[in-house]
């Protein structure tokens, strides 16, 4: 058993149909490690999620959890990790209390356990109020923090978030990432799934981008914004406008273009080739230049970069390096 | 590893019972059906009202089985917590039978009532051994069954009307309301592959009526038909989560 990934993936593929849900993908979970799977709708994650944890086969591959195989071990995996839904699922009509106890009698917690450490979840949760309440009546956010509060009720290894936070305002978002911060402090491995790139960011050791089945990078979020930084932007607004951004593609130092509001965002490697580009290009045609500013990317910018995808329009490809 | 399994039986069960047992579906289905069924039929003909009885619960195990089932399976299928059990340390086989086990206690309750009752105001010859060794297997039988159809489809509603079908094949065909032997040869045939005509005929042994099979048959095939149901069962609900 190996004791340094708490998963491993291998070649893992699904199929729905015809429809290639994952595609090849390849990746280790260090124990220890909070990882993220960052994607946008439709990327996988939650595929790869119920793959991994057991509840649907995968069309191709090999999966380890915990050291064991899941094909054949899945019950004794199972034993060592806990699973968050993307939908907080538990049942409305039990209360809050009797959600966590049953979530205990299944995963095997001694009698004389399960109650208290259903009230010790209920509180780190701030749910003891609530422990009486029906699952039915609590709050979005309550039902989130419930729901992540009953896969923890065994003490697992490893956990599985699909989207923690989403449906979560600010100010629950923002406690649940510092619980997850802690419970990862206490020696719990995290794996997650988000599309927020900020989330990822802050709380990632190191993330997975998804697109469309295939993992486009695998990276701490430091060197992530590093590759950013390598690429410079610079907005500008021409007057007349120029109506073909093919021209503006075609200048040497720029290698994409994007149309911003009601000028240009153009990117390249070092911004004062850029900037001199664009000025030689304006007095040529006999433009005005009515406004520039160079631009540091945002981490959406990064993800663009990286995954490629807005719509169509906005979005010139120009064989990024 | 059986260990987990069980304790995953029993806690899906009891937890089952608490949650649905008194779900409109359950109750309509399951309770007020068959017991309306059976004033029915007392009050057309109270004078042979005995020899209908054990129709009359082989149709009450049949509808509070299946009715259960229904609500257990469907509303978690609709809800997505179906999917809590399949991520529990236990098998999916095990899952299935927690599921049939809510339906079998749910059956006992409701066939209890009534063959007690039946028996207290009729005072028929009543064989404890038989009835017992006929319900058991019955309402594990006709619980697989509902749990067979139930993961079929993801609604209640599409459940209950999916059980609609052999339930009320198998009163007209089984016995309970007309006898097989009165039956047109093809029909009898039909019949002869129906869980509930054991289930009436052994119900007859044992409320001192004779049945037309013979009670150990009965039993035996009442006992082969579990595992019939109950793994195509869990291969579908496996595929539903593929
Ligand atoms: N049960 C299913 N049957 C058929 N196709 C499915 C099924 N589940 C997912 N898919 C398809 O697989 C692909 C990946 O879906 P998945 O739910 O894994 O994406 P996701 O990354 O979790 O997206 P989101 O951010 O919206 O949750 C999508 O094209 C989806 O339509
Ligand atoms: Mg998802």
Redesign the interface.
Known sequence: MDKTFAIEALNLTKYYGETLAVDQVNFEVRRGEIFGFLGPNGAGKTTTIRML?????PSAGAIRVLGYDIGSEI??A??GFG?V?E?S??????TAQDNLI??A????VPRQQRKRRAEELLETFGLLEKKDAHFATLSKGMKRSLTIA?ALIHNPQLIFLDEPTVALDVVNARSLRSLVRELNRRGVTVFLTTHYLEEAAMLCDRIAILLQGRIIVIDTPDNLKQRVKAEHACEVRFAPMPTEVMELEGLESVYRVERSGAGFRLYGESMPDIVQAVFTYASQKGLEIVFISTTSPTLEDAFVQLTGIAPEVMLVEKGVK | MWKDNLRGIYYIALKDMKTYYLKPPAVSWGIVFPVAWILAFYLRSPQDFEKLLPGLIAMTVLFSTTAAEAVVINLELRLGSLERLLLAPISLPAVLLGKALGGVIFGLIMTGLVTSSSILLFRPQVNMLYLALILLPSLLVFSSLGALLCVMVKEVFEAQTLLNFPRFLMIFLCGVVYPISAMPVGLMHLAYLLPLTYTVDGLNYALGINGNINIVVDIILLTAFIPIFIFPAAKLLAKRFA
Do not use: H, I, R, T
């Open positions: 944890s057991g509840l649907s086969q019950v004794e199972k034993k699973v839904p939908y699922n538990l049942y409305g009509e039990l049953f979530a009698q299944l995963y095997g009953a």
